[in-house]
């Protein structure tokens, strides 16, 4: 592969990425094929055959009609003109792809000759449509000059979708075979008549077998290169040009269709096509061959070199070139066949195909494979590689039957998990689901979340990173997603309108639940129930979030389902409910706070995802759960801000985003310690968040978190998960044990993980930070889960991806006005920009502040937070702790609402109240990546402190019981990239 399993240094990550670049690039390579395709067509005619072709426009009817019934593109359009004269204006005046010229334009190498004076490429083709003119141009095909190739037109519309399909072969031929191991059909005929009668018949063919295979697909990008992939037919008429096309494309070819007398080293030769055969015969023995004459002598020659014979005066000659195409060539169903002929099983699609291979017999098994049937069917069902694996095979290179049936079974199951694994796709049979892709069941984007997730999964599959770490599963989980275009329709299906937002958020609730997803939606979740019994997460996947310049991370719901009930029923309505529910968030207040900031529409993708975790006893989680950013802006010691930094907590990871107590760690350096050893007692984990499987009958009406539950560790030791993440404190020797065989505070360390290497945590989350980052080019954050403990699953399986949003680059530099003062000094300050319309500061001054009272301070913020929108003001934020913490004893557990008029948010420790700052939560991401600035003023810091006796020269405007809103005229100014703000002398 050309990089090391074993390393994540930045040349082996580069060199990940570069592998991934190239695989892609094999999917991605379709793009390029039918590079030429005919868009633009210029008929020059007499009045009268243009009367006769078009019938009053008839001609791109008939043209539209065809393209229509054969599910092809936009049909090209046709402009017609009467004279060469005309003809060259209009070469002047726009892009043509096709001329086609009729016999009673007069001179019509002349015409070609002018046509191609002013466009030497351009295809240049003669339709014809009586048999004087026909007989005229055979007789002597110099007449033709530099035309490319004639036709007879015989009322049959089809024959323009050969003429055309011809051009774009020939013109997409080198370049189709040589980057898409396109195939090729060579025909060798020099009867225009019976060309142009098989042509279209064989084209029609071609392209219905294309939307057959098309429709068997389920990735979206897999069906982009059937598509394009289509088999090439060459048309030639003499045996030099034939010769030629052999030797040039021997390697591609899937059949030869061939006349027997043509002209061979320019005189004719009613031996020729016999004679090619031969040449063919010489390096390739199995490769389908269809003669046709019209003297019924050639049939005894045509077998004698392992053609089939066709009679071209048969009365079903059509019907019997269609057999050829379709039993020779795989251009229908496998029909499976003992040898004398007697039917057996018909399989039209792969999977039918491949559910008869285990039970058909031994005597069918055998003639098929002696034939080479499996490999040319397979090839003209596009899956070359695989056949041109078992084409070379022969029957005596395996020891019994059975072991050559095992062969082909493993084979093409192997083929069909490869062609989709990683994929997202759409599937028609949940029966046929393969957990390793990402399901796509309605129209529209995968929203941000659905984005980052489909990336990483591809990038999982395409790089294998399993392999980097045996024994441990490194994948997503099963995740299905439902595109925006479903959210769109479900609004106006139940006539759902802004108006909706002015409702309590209750009632937007109730009014979402009473609304009817689609008949398409509810059947795809209905298959899905039928697959899928346990824990799940609906998750949101909105088009802003996760958006760094719109980040709403966290801000809508996301709903855990225990999905345990044995009533089907029971848990498709509660998946229909919880999808309404994510929907109906986009409305809810705390989220039109957010958006309204930013004046843009809302699109809801959704997200069902299994639920990583183990069950113990009634409830449900991983054992880790985790968030890391790969850039740390508040590194310390011999740590770097390239070195990373992640967040992680036993249990779901509510502890994490929610910015609650959790350990931290450097993925690079995992056993340099972060959290001094007596913060680590002080701050360690005391509680962790479960589904309880008990919660059968619940109602999200009341809030998404219905279903979970927080426990005490003790629990946890109980179910044996504490062990694998937990240490002691022995008080008496004032030191940490990393067991739990001896008395004494529990704590959750990790260091099993982190120091002793019990599982390759640090290597995972340093691995995908790595990638992650060069990939987007940016840093970014990602959630994760892990199960580590043996007898489960053990796993690491990331979540979600996103840009981290911030950086230390300002858009605009001002240095710090001389004559002003420091009301606040920030040595480690994220977010950019300067801002001097900030007149306002709201404050817990520290004296006042009580941590039992959290909930009593943010009501507070909150009202003063109004009145600073209403009198159209912005203020700076001054607090204790962590900003946005759910958990009320680490800060004041504020959303955006309550603070949206803040310009910049300060934490500030005490000496009874330290923290670290929060690096992980959904709170600290949306307002960091708002531009909103954030400074944490550690305790006893050099170069960081609050100057309260500045703050309390401010003029006072409203004074609270835990809260001070003060003024100061002269204005403040943010300096985020200094991490100061600045306040004119006062007094």
Same mark, same amino acid.
């Given at each position: 592969?050309? $990089?090391?399993?074993?390393? *994540?240094? @930045?040349?082996?990550?580069?060199?990940?990425?570069?592998?991934?670049?190239?695989?892609?690039?094999?999917?991605?390579?379709?793009?390029?094929?039918?590079? $030429?395709?005919?868009?633009?067509?210029?008929?020059?005619?007499?009045?009268?055959?243009?009367?006769?072709?078009?019938?009053?426009?008839?001609?791109?009817?008939?043209?539209?009609?065809?393209?229509?019934?054969?599910?092809?593109?936009?049909?090209?359009?046709?402009?017609?003109?009467?004279?060469?004269?005309?003809?060259?204006?209009?070469?002047?005046?726009?892009?043509?792809?096709?001329?086609?010229?009729?016999?009673?334009?007069?001179?019509?190498?002349?015409?070609?000759?002018?046509?191609?004076? *002013?466009?030497?490429?351009?295809?240049?083709?003669?339709?014809?449509?009586?048999?004087?003119?026909?007989?005229?141009?055979?007789?002597?095909?110099?007449?033709?000059?530099?035309?490319?190739?004639?036709?007879?037109?015989?009322?049959?519309?089809?024959?323009?979708?050969?003429?055309?399909?011809?051009?774009?072969?020939?013109?997409?031929?080198?370049?189709?075979?040589?980057?898409?191991?396109?195939?090729?059909?060579?025909?060798?005929?020099?009867?225009?008549?019976?060309?142009?009668?098989?042509?279209?018949?064989?084209?029609?063919?071609?392209?219905?077998?294309?939307?057959?295979?098309?429709?068997?697909?389920?990735?979206?990008?897999?069906?982009?290169?059937? +598509?394009?992939?289509?088999?090439?037919?060459?048309?030639?008429?003499?045996?030099?040009?034939?010769?030629?096309?052999?030797?040039?494309?021997?390697?591609?070819?899937?059949?030869?269709?061939?006349?027997?007398?043509?002209?061979?080293?320019?005189?004719?030769?009613?031996?020729?096509?016999?004679?090619?055969?031969?040449?063919?015969?010489?390096?390739?023995?199995?490769?389908?061959?269809?003669?046709? @004459?019209?003297?019924?002598?050639?049939?005894?020659?045509?077998? !004698?070199?392992?053609?089939?014979?066709?009679?071209?005066?048969?009365?079903?000659?059509?019907?019997?070139?269609?057999?050829?195409?379709?039993?020779?060539?795989?251009?229908?169903?496998?029909?499976?066949?003992?040898?004398?002929?007697? !039917?057996?099983?018909?399989?039209?699609?792969?999977?039918?195909?491949?559910?008869?291979?285990?039970?058909?017999?031994?005597?069918?098994?055998?003639?098929?494979?002696?034939?080479?049937?499996?490999?040319?069917?397979?090839?003209?069902?596009?899956?070359?590689?695989?056949?041109?694996?078992?084409?070379?095979?022969?029957?005596?290179?395996? !020891?019994?039957?059975?072991?050559?049936?095992?062969?082909?079974?493993?084979?093409?199951?192997?083929?069909?998990?490869?062609?989709?694994?990683?994929?997202?796709?759409?599937?028609?049979?949940? !029966?046929?689901?393969?957990?390793?892709?990402?399901?796509?069941?309605?129209?529209?984007?995968?929203?941000?979340?659905?984005?980052?997730?489909?990336?990483?999964?591809?990038?999982?599959?395409?790089?294998?990173?399993?392999?980097?770490?045996?024994?441990?599963?490194?994948?997503?989980?099963?995740?299905?997603?439902?595109?925006?275009?479903?959210? #769109?329709?479900?609004?106006?299906?139940?006539?759902?309108?802004?108006?909706?937002?002015?409702?309590?958020?209750?009632?937007?609730?109730?009014?979402?639940?009473?609304?009817?997803?689609?008949?398409?939606?509810?059947?795809?979740?209905? &298959?899905?129930?039928?697959?899928?019994?346990?824990?799940?997460?609906?998750?949101?996947?909105?088009?802003?979030?996760?958006?760094?310049?719109?980040?709403?991370?966290?801000?809508?719901?996301?709903?855990?389902?225990?999905?345990? @009930?044995?009533?089907?029923?029971?848990?498709?309505?509660?998946?229909?409910?919880?999808?309404?529910?994510?929907?109906?968030?986009?409305?809810?207040?705390?989220?039109?706070?957010?958006?309204?900031?930013?004046?843009?529409?809302?699109?809801?993708?959704?997200?069902?995802?299994?639920?990583?975790?183990?069950?113990?006893?009634?409830?449900?989680?991983?054992?880790?759960?985790?968030?890391?950013?790969?850039?740390?802006?508040?590194?310390?010691?011999?740590?770097?801000?390239?070195?990373?930094?992640?967040?992680?907590?036993?249990?779901?990871?509510?502890?994490?985003?929610? &910015?609650?107590?959790?350990?931290?760690?450097?993925?690079?350096?995992?056993?340099?310690?972060?959290?001094?050893?007596?913060?680590?007692?002080?701050?360690?984990?005391?509680?962790?968040?479960?589904?309880?499987?008990?919660?059968?009958?619940?109602?999200?009406?009341?809030?998404?978190?219905?279903?979970?539950?927080?426990?005490?560790?003790?629990?946890?030791?109980?179910?044996?998960?504490?062990?694998?993440?937990?240490?002691?404190?022995?008080?008496?020797?004032?030191?940490?044990?990393?067991?739990?065989?001896?008395? &004494?505070?529990?704590?959750?360390?990790?260091?099993?993980?982190?120091?002793?290497?019990?599982?390759?945590?640090?290597?995972?989350?340093?691995?995908?930070?790595?990638?992650?980052?060069?990939?987007?080019?940016?840093?970014?954050?990602?959630?994760?889960?892990?199960?580590?403990? @043996?007898?489960?699953?053990?796993?690491?399986?990331?979540?979600?991806?996103?840009?981290?949003?911030?950086?230390?680059?300002?858009?605009?530099?001002?240095?710090?006005?001389?004559?002003?003062?420091?009301?606040?000094?920030?040595?480690?300050?994220?977010?950019?920009?300067?801002?001097? #319309?900030?007149?306002? %500061?709201?404050?817990?001054?520290?004296?006042?502040?009580?941590?039992?009272?959290?909930?009593?301070?943010?009501?507070?913020?909150?009202?003063?937070?109004?009145? +600073?929108?209403?009198?159209?003001?912005?203020?700076?934020?001054?607090?204790?702790?962590?900003?946005?913490?759910?958990?009320? +004893?680490?800060?004041?557990?504020?959303?955006?609402?309550?603070?949206?008029?803040?310009?910049? *948010?300060?934490?500030?420790?005490?000496?009874?109240?330290?923290?670290?700052?929060?690096?992980?939560?959904?709170?600290?991401?949306?307002?960091?990546?708002?531009?909103?600035?954030?400074?944490?003023?550690?305790?006893?810091?050099?170069?960081?402190?609050?100057?309260?006796?500045?703050?309390?020269?401010?003029?006072?405007?409203?004074?609270?019981?835990?809260?001070?809103?003060?003024?100061?005229?002269?204005?403040?100014?943010? +300096?985020?990239?200094?991490?100061?703000?600045? %306040?004119?002398?006062?007094?």
């Amino acid at each position: 592969m050309g $990089f090391d399993l074993k390393k *994540i240094d @930045s040349a082996n990550v580069d060199r990940m990425l570069d592998f991934y670049s190239r695989y892609k690039s094999q999917d991605d390579s379709s793009y390029d094929l039918l590079a $030429f395709k005919v868009r633009e067509i210029l008929l020059v005619s007499s009045y009268y055959d243009a009367f006769i072709f078009e019938q009053d426009g008839l001609l791109s009817e008939q043209l539209i009609a065809e393209f229509h019934q054969l599910n092809l593109s936009f049909p090209p359009r046709v402009t017609h003109v009467v004279s060469v004269e005309e003809a060259g204006h209009v070469l002047r005046a726009k892009q043509i792809d096709l001329v086609i010229l009729t016999a009673r334009i007069g001179d019509v190498a002349a015409a070609a000759n002018s046509i191609k004076g *002013i466009c030497p490429d351009i295809a240049v083709l003669l339709l014809v449509n009586n048999l004087h003119d026909l007989d005229y141009f055979q007789q002597d095909r110099g007449r033709l000059g530099v035309i490319d190739d004639i036709f007879f037109w015989s009322g049959n519309s089809n024959i323009f979708l050969a003429m055309i399909k011809s051009v774009e072969d020939r013109r997409n031929l080198a370049l189709d075979t040589k980057k898409g191991l396109v195939r090729v059909i060579l025909v060798i005929e020099d009867s225009v008549r019976q060309a142009s009668t098989f042509l279209p018949m064989l084209y029609s063919l071609i392209v219905r077998q294309t939307q057959q295979l098309i429709s068997e697909e389920v990735s979206e990008t897999v069906r982009r290169r059937r +598509m394009r992939m289509r088999p090439k037919v060459v048309l030639v008429n003499d045996h030099a040009e034939a010769l030629y096309i052999f030797n040039e494309y021997k390697d591609y070819l899937i059949g030869i269709i061939t006349d027997v007398a043509f002209l061979r080293a320019g005189v004719l030769d009613p031996q020729a096509g016999l004679a090619f055969v031969k040449t063919v015969r010489a390096s390739n023995q199995t490769l389908p061959v269809l003669i046709q @004459s019209a003297e019924p002598k050639n049939e005894a020659l045509a077998k !004698e070199i392992g053609a089939t014979f066709l009679d071209k005066n048969s009365p079903l000659f059509l019907a019997e070139l269609k057999k050829f195409i379709v039993d020779q060539l795989g251009f229908g169903d496998f029909v499976f066949r003992t040898k004398d002929g007697t !039917e057996l099983a018909v399989a039209p699609t792969m999977q039918e195909f491949m559910d008869c291979l285990p039970v058909i017999s031994d005597e069918s098994l055998l003639f098929h494979a002696a034939h080479n049937h499996f490999s040319g069917w397979l090839i003209a069902h596009g899956e070359v590689e695989y056949a041109k694996k078992i084409q070379p095979l022969v029957i005596e290179d395996f !020891e019994t039957t059975d072991a050559l049936r095992t062969y082909l079974v493993e084979g093409f199951e192997k083929l069909t998990l490869a062609k989709n694994r990683g994929r997202i796709v759409v599937l028609s049979n949940w !029966e046929q689901l393969d957990r390793s892709q990402v399901v796509k069941i309605s129209e529209g984007s995968l929203g941000a979340k659905g984005r980052g997730l489909a990336f990483l999964n591809s990038l999982i599959h395409h790089l294998d990173l399993g392999r980097m770490f045996p024994g441990i599963t490194v994948s997503l989980p099963f995740t299905v997603v439902i595109g925006t275009q479903e959210y #769109d329709d479900f609004l106006e299906r139940n006539a759902i309108d802004s108006k909706v937002a002015s409702l309590p958020d209750q009632e937007i609730r109730n009014r979402f639940l009473a609304g009817n997803l689609s008949k398409r939606v509810l059947e795809q979740i209905w &298959g899905f129930c039928e697959q899928v019994q346990g824990p799940l997460a609906i998750r949101s996947s909105g088009l802003l979030e996760d958006n760094r310049n719109a980040p709403l991370a966290g801000v809508y719901k996301t709903f855990m389902l225990p999905n345990q @009930s044995r009533e089907i029923v029971e848990r498709f309505d509660q998946i229909v409910a919880a999808i309404k529910l994510v929907y109906a968030s986009v409305f809810e207040r705390t989220s039109l706070d957010h958006l309204i900031s930013f004046g843009d529409e809302e699109r809801m993708a959704v997200v069902l995802q299994e639920l990583i975790g183990v069950r113990h006893d009634s409830y449900f989680y991983p054992d880790i759960s985790g968030v890391a950013q790969s850039k740390n802006y508040y590194p310390s010691g011999q740590l770097q801000a390239e070195d990373g930094v992640a967040s992680v907590a036993l249990g779901l990871g509510r502890t994490v985003v929610e &910015g609650r107590r959790t350990m931290r760690f450097c993925p690079k350096l995992s056993q340099v310690d972060l959290i001094p050893q007596e913060e680590l007692i002080r701050g360690s984990q005391r509680e962790f968040w479960a589904l309880d499987l008990n919660s059968d009958h619940y109602s999200f009406l009341h809030g998404e978190h219905q279903t979970l539950v927080s426990l005490d560790l003790t629990v946890a030791e109980a179910h044996g998960t504490l062990a694998a993440v937990g240490s002691v404190w022995d008080a008496e020797n004032e030191r940490l044990v990393d067991s739990l065989t001896s008395p &004494g505070l529990r704590l959750v360390s990790f260091s099993n993980v982190l120091k002793y290497g019990s599982f390759p945590l640090a290597k995972l989350v340093d691995l995908f930070l790595s990638l992650g980052q060069a990939a987007l080019g940016e840093p970014v954050e990602i959630e994760f889960a892990a199960n580590i403990k @043996s007898g489960a699953q053990i796993g690491f399986y990331p979540l979600q991806i996103r840009p981290l949003g911030t950086d230390h680059v300002s858009y605009r530099k001002l240095e710090p006005d001389p004559g002003a003062k420091p009301l606040v000094s920030c040595t480690n300050p994220l977010g950019t920009g300067v801002y001097t #319309d900030v007149t306002d %500061v709201i404050f817990v001054p520290k004296e006042l502040f009580d941590v039992t009272k959290t909930q009593e301070i943010r009501k507070e913020i909150a009202e003063l937070n109004d009145r +600073m929108k209403l009198e159209n003001r912005n203020h700076i934020l001054i607090g204790p702790g962590r900003w946005g913490s759910r958990d009320e +004893m680490l800060g004041i557990p504020v959303t955006w609402a309550d603070i949206s008029q803040a310009r910049a *948010i300060v934490e500030y420790d005490t000496e009874s109240f330290q923290l670290e700052a929060s690096q992980g939560s959904h709170f600290l991401h949306n307002i960091i990546t708002r531009n909103v600035g954030y400074m944490k003023i550690s305790w006893n810091k050099p170069n960081n402190f609050i100057d309260w006796d500045l703050l309390k020269l401010g003029e006072c405007i409203e004074r609270r019981n835990y809260c001070r809103l003060v003024r100061f005229e002269g204005g403040c100014t943010v +300096m985020t990239d200094h991490g100061l703000v600045l %306040v004119p002398k006062v007094g």
